[in-house]
Each structure stands twice: as C-alpha cells, then as structure tokens.
C-alpha cells in the first residue's frame, strides 16, 4: 500500500497519512490486524519527523481505526460493523462538507449520484 | 617526463569514466531521463529523442576537445605547468559534462510543460507501508571488524613508536588519513539501509525485493570498500616507512587501489540499474513518483521537507546530499572550495618552480633560500663541510621535488635522510654536516655560483 505525502499541500501531513490509512483500511488495502509500521521506520523511510507520524497514529488510535501499543506496535483494529449509530465526528464532518459543496453550486441529486458512486467504490 | 607518465597514467582515466556515467544517463531508468521524469509511453517521443540526441552530439563534441588538451602539457619542460595543465582540465571535467546534461533537463522540462505531461504522484513522497514494515539489515556489521583490524595495526605501530621525529609524526597522520575510509565504511553501511525505498510500482513485492536489491548490493559495497582500504592503508605504511623502496611499485599499487574502490561501485550500481530496469518492465502497473521539483537541474537535491541528508543519486553514481539541510549545505560549500583550491594550488606551484633558488654566506652563516623557504647554518654548528660533483641515488621523503628543484627531506643513498635544497641538474653540491650529525645539501642556481659559495665557506670554518 502505497502513501503518497503532498508536502506543498494545505492539508497537514500527518492528516494526510490518517485519511490515506482510512481509506486503504476500506478500501480492503489493509485488513484487521495487519502489522503498520513503526513510528521510526515509517519517519526514517518517508524522511518525515516522528512526532508528524506519531500524532498520525495517536489520532488513529482515538478514532478507533488503529490498535497500538509497546509489546505488538501498530495493527489495524478490527472492524464494529454491527453498530449502526453514527459517530458524531462523521457527522459534523459530513454537514461541512454538504456546506462547502453547496456553496459550490452542486444540486443535491448531483451531490447523491456521486456519493453512490464513491460508496461503491469502496465496496 | 616521469610526472608527465604518471599524471596521464592517474588523470586520463577520468576523462572516459566522466563521460560513460554521464553518457549512461541518457538513458532512461525508472522513468527518469536527463534528470526528468516522463510518463513511459513518452519516453520515445521524437521530441524526447531529439533533445537526447543533442545532448550526445554536444558531450561528443566536449569529450574530443577535451581528450586532446592533456597532450599540450607534452610541450613544456616545467612540472609545474604540466601539473598546472591537468589539474585545470580536472578541474573544467568535474562540471563540463554536466552543462550538455542541464541544457538537455531545461528543455526537456520546457517540452514536459508544453505537453501537459504531468504524473499523478508529482512534487510528493512516495512510502510503501510493506517495504517500511521489513527491518533493513541483512549483511552483519560484524563483516566489517577484520577490515577495522587491519586498519588499525600499522596506526598502533606507529603510535606505539612515536618519536618527535618528523617521519614518524608523518607516517602516523598520513595512515591514519588513509585508513579513515576504512572506518567511514560503516557509517555510510548504515545509512544505505536508511535510504528511500525503490518505488516501481503499486505492487509492495516488488517495491520490497527492489529496495532489497539496492540495500543488499551497495551493502555488499562498502564491505568491499572497507577490504579494499584497508590493505591498501597497510600497503601504504610499508611504502612511506621504506619497507617498498620503488615508486613504481607504489604507483601501481595505488592505480590497483583506485580501480578496485571504482569496481566496487560500478558493480553496485549496474546491479540496482539492471534490477529497476527489470522490475519496471515486468510490471503492468509501473510507478514513478514525480520528484523533479526537489532536483536542481536534475542533478542536485533540495529538499527541506525531507530529513534524510544523503540520498540515492539521480544522475551517475552513488550517494548524494540533501543541500536543504544545513550539513549538506556546508558539504556543498567545501566540495566547491576543493575544486576552486585546485587551480588555485596550481598558481603555486608554478611560482615555486621559478622562483630562484639562492645561495648567500654573510658573516655568521650560510643560508639557502627558495621561495618561502630558508635554511640557515650558522658556522658555530658546523662540523664538516665537503662537496660532491654527483648526486648518490635520492628519494623525496618529504618537500618538493620538480626537475630543476629538490627541497625538503630527502633519503640520499648512504647518507641517510638529509635536508636539501639544490638544483640537481647540477654538478657541484655543498654538504653541510652540523654537529648533531644532521646532514645538509645545498646548491646554488648554478655550479658557478656554488663554487663561489664554498670557496668563501671553507675560510670561514676552523
């Protein structure tokens, strides 16, 4: 699984490596349990600082996508696929997002038709 | 004649070895050619291939001129101006190539802009989380303690037996120099495990065995380097304390050390260069992350965003410098203030071959000059004083030595080592012995002058 880090990006690195992780964990890139690696490799191989890959990894951990600790470092957690409330944090997320794409002009048919279609993707 | 063998037998080499490893980067590898990264299907574009095909005509072009040039240095009996000749031609190779190699990245550029030929992944860093799980140390340090060992044995004898003498502090510091590569070889072991991943594709199999291949072979590098060195440093040792005696044989010694410290390399590279061409071709979702915009003309790196300070070159061979971090930038500033030095210490040299060599007596002592540099006797000190009409069989210890010119210490056959400064295309040479045995050998610029000299000695001493 690749990480592709934008550094004349706005978004800030370590968001960068927490969304992309996100995304290959639904994308099936990685599955649960899956070994990630260390905060030290992962900065001695990118040429990134450890503290930018450990925030990525403590915010991970928060979020519930990651598992981590001393004795078997990082792992991708398993998934809670029963739960069908829906966290809060995605939700003020998704309501941004809604905003910016009606400022943008984008019907809300057009908004939906795309949102399958990303959806899907994901499998 | 003899230094104008050896600078020929040394330099020209160089200039063949420059123009191959550019040369070679006309080719492409892993998407990446004269320092651009182009998507594959263009790599062949006629436009590609035109500005390739100038780029080749104008280095052909550099690399005739410049292969005549040496020869010049055969008009002229003065070492100094035949040292002067290859050092500037040193000098000018060390950057001339590379200006057919910038134009050609300019245009190339100019032609990728032009034509909308932007990648995906441009101006970013490119991870593969698998390649970043594996640990990266397969050969063990341990392969380098017996090369460290050997190093070390002839700097221990020369600590052990360290005198004030001249020749003993001489020996400790130039094999120690010597065999300061020996013990850089772990160093930079280590950091050829830290460098960035190979990249080639969306499959981390590859991009793992890829990386492995560079890591293990330039791995295998430095171990080779370290072997290398470390004979080469004993080698050395017995040369400077005159257990080898003939020049010649040093001489051949050091092409051999040379030759192998390039084999060593050479085969690092084109090993990696052969896997990537492979890996690339195999694979039916090829990758390259575009990082152009980090590569100054596509030869220098600057990267601030990158901590890593030394990196896989892009273009010849090797390792490079991150020149965003302040070590790489200090790196740079001393790299361009050696070659800038080296013309410059030809300017010296020319000035020291013909600066007069002097001979005066006064009334208290007898002093030989040459350029910056005096020797005095005074009478009081003097033991014995003799002349020879022809020079025994000498050798430079250390000083300087042109046709026309041996100052410094010098070992003189039966003599032992002796301080010297004469013309020895002369016939006529005062010998000095003080009364601490130390023996001196002076000339003047020319016999008569000489004659003049010691004729006015011989009444001055008891």
Redesign the interface.
């Known amino acids: 699984m690749l990480l592709s880090l934008d550094f004349s990006s706005d978004i800030p690195i370590y968001q960068q490596i927490r969304n992309q992780i996100i995304i290959a964990i639904s994308d099936g890139k990685l599955l649960p349990g899956d070994q990630l690696p260390t905060i030290r490799n992962l900065a001695d191989q990118s040429g990134i600082n450890m503290m930018t890959v450990s925030k990525a990894y403590q915010l991970l951990k928060q979020e519930g996508y990651i598992t981590a600790d001393r004795r078997n470092g990082a792992k991708v957690a398993p998934r809670n696929v029963s739960s069908s409330e829906i966290p809060r944090v995605l939700h003020n997320e998704l309501q941004l997002l809604i905003s910016q794409f009606h400022l943008q002009g984008v019907k809300e048919d057009q908004f939906l038709s795309l949102c399958k279609e990303l959806y899907n993707k994901e499998g | 004649m003899f230094m104008k063998i050896i600078l020929f037998v040394f330099c020209y080499p160089i200039l063949p070895i420059m123009y191959f490893i550019i040369k070679n980067e006309l080719e492409p590898h892993k998407n990446i050619i004269l320092g651009v990264t182009l998507p594959s299907d263009e790599l062949r574009n006629p436009k590609v291939k035109e500005i390739i095909s100038r780029a080749k005509k104008s280095m052909r072009r550099i690399a005739i001129v410049l292969a005549l040039l040496p020869f010049t240095s055969l008009l002229t009996k003065y070492d100094s101006i035949v040292y002067a000749i290859f050092i500037t031609w040193i000098t000018v190779l060390c950057f001339i190539f590379f200006l057919p190699f910038m134009k050609g990245n300019l245009q190339l550029h100019k032609l990728k802009k032009e034509q909308n030929w932007h990648l995906d992944?441009e101006?970013?860093?490119?991870?593969?989380?698998?390649?970043?799980?594996e640990?990266p140390n397969p050969l063990s340090k341990y392969w380098f303690l017996p090369a460290i060992v050997l190093t070390c044995i002839p700097i221990i004898i020369d600590l052990c037996t360290i005198t004030s003498k001249d020749s003993n502090l001489l020996s400790l510091a130039t094999t120690t120099l010597v065999g300061l590569v020996t013990f850089l070889c772990p160093f930079l072991f280590h950091i050829a495990y830290?460098t960035?991943?190979e990249?080639v594709s969306?499959d981390?199999l590859r991009n793992q065995t890829l990386t492995r291949i560079r890591r293990y072979n330039f791995g295998k590098c430095f171990i080779g380097l370290s072997y290398t060195n470390a004979i080469y440093t004993i080698l050395f040792w017995l040369y400077i304390n005159h257990y080898i005696d003939s020049i010649i044989l040093f001489l051949i010694i050091t092409l051999l050390y040379t030759f192998f410290l390039l084999w060593w390399v050479l085969r690092a590279e084109f090993k990696v260069r052969l896997a990537q061409q492979q890996f690339s071709i195999q694979s039916e979702d090829s990758?390259t992350?575009d990082e152009d915009s980090y590569w100054i003309y596509g030869l220098l790196y600057y990267?601030p965003?990158?901590?890593?300070l030394i990196v896989p070159k892009r273009v010849g061979l090797g390792t490079d410098m991150n020149y965003a971090k302040p070590a790489g930038k200090v790196f740079g500033v001393i790299i361009a203030l050696i070659i800038l030095a080296m013309p410059i210490s030809a300017i010296g040299l020319i000035q020291s071959e013909f600066s007069p060599l002097l001979l005066t007596i006064d009334e208290e002592s007898i002093t030989a000059k040459h350029f910056h540099t005096t020797y005095g006797i005074d009478f009081d000190d003097i033991k014995t004083v003799e002349t020879w009409d022809e020079l025994p069989n000498i050798s430079k210890d250390n000083g300087t030595g042109f046709s026309t010119l041996c100052k410094g210490t010098y070992s003189i056959a039966g003599n032992g080592s002796c301080t010297v400064c004469f013309n020895p295309t002369n016939h006529l040479f005062i010998v000095i012995t003080k009364e601490n045995d130390k023996k001196y050998v002076f000339s003047g610029s020319t016999d008569k002058k000489t004659e003049e000299v010691y004729n006015i000695l011989i009444t001055k001493i008891p």
């Open positions: 992944e101006g970013t860093t490119i991870v593969d989380l698998k390649v970043t799980l640990e830290k960035k991943q990249i969306q981390s990758f992350a990267n965003n990158d901590k890593h």
